[in-house]
């Protein structure tokens, strides 16, 4: 099993909703990652997890809340998000510690913020 | 700061052309070079390549890295309408940490 998943596909939300963007994956990879990423731009990263604990944050806003229960999963809390976050978001992940693999993407969940 | 830059940003060819693409890279404990393909979603992984000056060959698809110069390539030779796509440069640093470069669009006309 080489796949990521992610639930939701699509996701409209308001601007005062709370909304979760999920990941999993169960290829035993210990690092996990969140990107965003815009139309005709390249994924950007948000956030890195490595053997659960949250190692880099890009300086992200905090209305997005990354939140890893346990080894095969990734959440994306979002709370009061605006206009301009709607994006693709893009979830990944990889053998960690660095090992000399690849990162493997889900599909990612096209989230419409209106 | 991490910085991936791909080039050209565009380029349209015609079923059977080769076509190169360039990624160049200043990055902090470099780890690996990674290519990937993205048509609609996800980015789908072609090659990841750690050493200098081997070439990594997949079918029609082949890349190669240069860690003195810091860049790396990838060819795409006898191109098919179906090789029509993004293709992502990315490079592993220290920490798990992947920066993409901007991307190439490929459109391949029949």
């Known amino acids: 099993d080489t796949e990521v998943t992610q639930t939701p596909k699509h996701l409209v939300m308001g601007m005062t909703n709370k909304k979760s963007l999920k990941c999993e994956q169960h290829?035993?990879?210990?690092?996990m990652y969140w990107y965003k990423q815009k139309a005709k731009k390249p994924p950007e990263l948000m956030f890195v997890y490595s053997y659960e604990k949250l190692s880099i944050n890009e300086s992200v806003p905090s209305r997005f809340s990354p939140e890893c229960p346990n080894s095969s999963l990734l959440n994306l809390h979002l709370h009061a998000l605006q206009p301009e976050d709607s994006a693709l978001y893009l979830c990944?992940?990889?053998?960690?510690?660095?090992?000399?693999?690849?990162?493997?993407f889900g599909q990612g969940t096209r989230l419409t913020v209106v | 700061e991490d910085k991936v830059v791909q080039s050209p940003l565009s380029l349209v060819v015609h079923e059977g052309d080769t076509v190169t693409l360039n990624c160049s890279y200043e990055v902090t404990n470099f780890r690996s070079l990674l290519w990937y393909k993205q048509e609609k979603k996800a980015p789908t992984f072609l090659f990841m390549l750690?050493?200098?000056?081997i070439e990594k060959k997949s079918g029609r698809l082949s890349s190669i890295l240069d860690k003195k110069e810091l860049f790396s390539i990838l060819n795409i030779t006898a191109t098919q309408t179906g090789d029509s796509a993004v293709y992502l440069c990315?490079?592993?640093?220290?920490?798990?940490?992947?920066?993409f470069g901007g991307g190439t669009r490929v459109l391949v006309k029949p």
């Open positions: 990944a992940s990889s053998q960690a510690p660095w090992s000399g693999t690849e990162a493997f």
């Open positions: 290829m035993g990879h210990r690092a």
């Open positions: 990315a490079v592993e640093a220290a920490g798990n940490k992947l920066t």
């Open positions: 750690t050493s200098s000056g």
